[in-house]
């Protein structure tokens, strides 16, 4: 049972009114509490990444994500340089939940400054190490006319500090331009050389490899077709940003 989902979000806002009276600092405080017990649940339930589990793990980090975009208090508790994103060359770590850790980050032109490079990271296996990193893809357009925000979510499941599987959350298998709303796209690196080796559709009743023919995978996405079995490219384009959270994110 998802007991963790027993604690709906609006509880941890709804205790942070009732501290109206306490002085903020402690609302505050409490607020954070709330919700570190909520993602320490949640977190506990799923476990470290198992392939065979890999779709309710993700469904259950992917809606993780969602309520800490909404949590309203974060500190930057490390900042740094970085040349994984070109045009923003500076990283900020993030402590939403106050124990010290960064559960969120964001690149950019200088610290402290917008933009629509972030997303959130997680230690799974709870080694100290961060194990998957998510990346907003920004805000898509789901049947029927629905906008969603989505993520992509990048995982290093064998816990060598290289990222094997990436997930692309804009899959489209009627080819209709819109996202099919919980079906992820899963690209694998099996045998961990750094290359991908095949993928799957997963997710919502959908369960399917995907077609390859001469060494170029057909991707079924709005914003891909094709992608060459042996890519390196996106791989190590996550394995950076798993580099860069873990020689700063870890206290
Ligand atoms: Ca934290
Ligand atoms: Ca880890
Ligand atoms: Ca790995
Ligand atoms: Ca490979």
Not at 13 to 23: H, I, K, S, T, Y
Not at 32 to 54: H, V
Not at 146 to 152: E, H, L, P
Request: hydrophobic letters at 35%.
């Amino acid at each position: 049972m998802k007991i963790w989902r027993m604690l709906p979000f609006a509880a941890v806002l709804l205790l942070f009114v009732e501290n109206g009276q306490a002085d903020q600092r402690s609302a505050v405080e409490q607020a954070r509490q709330s919700f570190r017990i909520y993602k320490e649940m949640a977190l506990d339930e799923i476990g470290p990444f198992e392939f065979e589990r890999r779709s309710y793990y993700l469904e259950t980090i992917d809606e993780l994500c969602r309520v800490i975009r909404s949590f309203p208090d974060r500190d930057i508790i490390t900042t740094k340089e970085t040349k994984t994103i070109g045009d923003s060359p500076v990283l900020d770590l993030i402590d939403i939940d106050g124990d010290g850790k960064a559960d969120s980050y964001v690149y950019s032109a200088e610290s402290g400054s917008s933009t629509q490079h972030f997303g959130y990271v997680f230690d799974l296996n709870d080694d100290g190490a961060y194990d998957h990193v998510v990346f907003s893809q920004g805000i898509q357009m789901a049947k029927p006319f629905k906008i969603i925000s989505t993520f992509y979510h990048m995982i290093d499941t064998n816990y060598d500090g290289q990222i094997d599987a990436w997930v692309r959350p804009d899959t489209d298998l009627d080819h209709d331009g819109a996202v099919d709303e919980g079906v992820f796209s899963w690209l694998y690196d099996v045998d961990y050389d750094g290359r991908i080796d095949n993928g799957d559709y997963l997710g919502m009743g959908v369960s399917r490899p995907m077609a390859c023919e001469e060494d170029v995978i057909e991707i079924e996405c709005v914003m891909a077709n094709e992608i060459d079995v042996g890519d390196a490219e996106i791989l190590s384009f996550g394995t950076s940003m798993l580099m860069d959270m873990n020689s700063t994110g870890r206290q």
